[in-house]
């Protein structure tokens, strides 16, 4: 099939070059002109595993091209808008200027019977909002988001857990709406079906629904798992106060089936360009509908969540001996989450920051997003080298859970660099008896 994806940011980069893998004619369209320039000579502009590969064999294959002239994706019959919903400046609400943009370059090319497929993170009614800006047109809209994790994004793509379609629904005799596709939208589902092949065929759960239920889906996911992290890390804050161990309290409670040990990590948080502004958007949403009570929670999921980074800051001028100011404090991170170079709302580089801004003499390691990380914080020092990193370093914080940090780096060999062995393990992710065993401070997150 031919496919379009507008927005080529890390969605729709990850989704055109997946989608060329399973054998579809796509062209990414992006008004970044450096951007496109990287993705046609096959260079991805972000650190994502497998999408390099992916990359240079759509191009190679001819199935893959980029552009930055909606025009070029005319010959589209679906067409993907993956473009970004930012938190708006001043506020919580998703910033949908990027969204509205897309959907009014795509009336410009529209065929009667293309199928405008949005992918974006958006507030609950945007997509009916957005179907009657194509009327006219004789294409469909449905709302099909996407559930990837970074790091993973192109099994994901690939591989989904899950397919959620929401369609347009027909109106029953007194006018609400009765949940049954209409003849559009049973037309649509069935194309994303097509779309969607290899994985419909190894038997991932295609759901067909609303538009509502669509974008609460999405939304309704990164909640929970925002707030099952933030719930974990409310016990770790507990945990602390009685000298508990919050990492066997998650063993112990994860063992339930109806709990599940998965995303009961305690550590400094979540970050990243999704949960963050996602819960929040969600917030505002929720208090323009007259319901804020009913997920007032999140705001206190989000208050916790910050909160962990101030914890790991005060552990790591404990660790400092108890003034930061003048030592030297190797902060092993700066990406939000191993497997990616993606630096937005990071908690690690907060927590640079804010022991820069105490006087440490900071140097952040990383072995993928130091780039980014200098571009946004210059003030800080930076270095690729993990030894140099931790050469006569007065405390050690881990803060990004890379393997090189946790199953490379032995507390043997970092004990014979750094000037004092203090480490601060601000992801649980030590051995914290075998770094005790070798003479380090080991001062862990919700551990004793």
Sequence with gaps: ?????????????????????????????????????????????????DLQELLADGLAA???????????????????????????????????????AAVDSLRTILKPGDLIAGKSTVPVGTAARLATR?????????????????????????????????????????????????????????????????????????????????????????????????FINAMAEISEAVGADVTQLADAIGHDVRIGRRFLGAGIGFGGGCLPKDIRAFSARAEELGKGDAVGFLREVD????????????????????????????????????????????PALDVA????????????????????ARRAHPQLAYTDDLDDALRAADAVIVVTEWDEYRRVLTPQH???????????DGRNCLDAAAWRAEGWRYFGMGRP
């Design 303 to 346: 208050a916790i969540n910050l909160r962990r980074r101030e914890r790991a800051v005060e552990l790591a001028v404990e660790a400092s001996g108890g003034n930061a100011f003048g030592k030297k404090i190797a902060v092993l991170g700066a990406a939000f989450k191993p497997h990616s170079d993606d630096i937005r709302d990071s």
């Design 62 to 100: 001819g199935r893959l091209t980029f552009s930055t002239d909606i025009a070029d994706a005319a010959a589209a019959t679906v067409h993907f808008i993956g473009v970004g919903t930012p938190q708006q400046k001043g506020g919580y609400a998703a910033d949908l200027t990027y969204v509205d």
């Design 134 to 230: 194509i009327e006219g047109s004789g294409a469909t809209l449905v709302w099909n988001p996407e559930f990837l994790r970074e790091g993973w994004a192109v099994k994901d793509t690939i591989e989904p857990d899950r397919l959620v379609v929401g369609v347009p629904v027909s109106d029953g005799i007194d006018g609400t709406a009765t949940g049954e596709a209409t003849a559009g939208g049973q037309r649509a589902a069935d194309i994303l079906r097509e779309v969607y092949a290899p994985a419909v065929a190894t038997g991932t759960p295609f759901i067909v629904t609303d538009y509502a239920t669509a974008e609460l889906v999405k939304v309704a996911a990164n909640a929970f798992l925002a707030t099952k992290i933030s």
């Design 1 to 49: 099939m031919r496919l379009s994806v507008v927005g080529c940011g890390y969605l729709g980069a990850v989704h055109a070059a997946a989608m060329a893998s399973i054998g579809h004619e796509v062209i990414g369209i992006d008004v970044d002109e450096r951007k496109i320039e990287q993705l046609s000579s096959g260079v991805a502009p972000f650190f994502e595993p």
């Design 414 to 424: 970092a004990g014979s660099l750094v000037g004092a062995k203090a480490v601060v």
């Design 353 to 372: 920051v804010r022991l820069h801004g105490l006087g440490a003499q900071v140097v952040v390691t990383d072995p993928a997003a130091i780039d980014n």
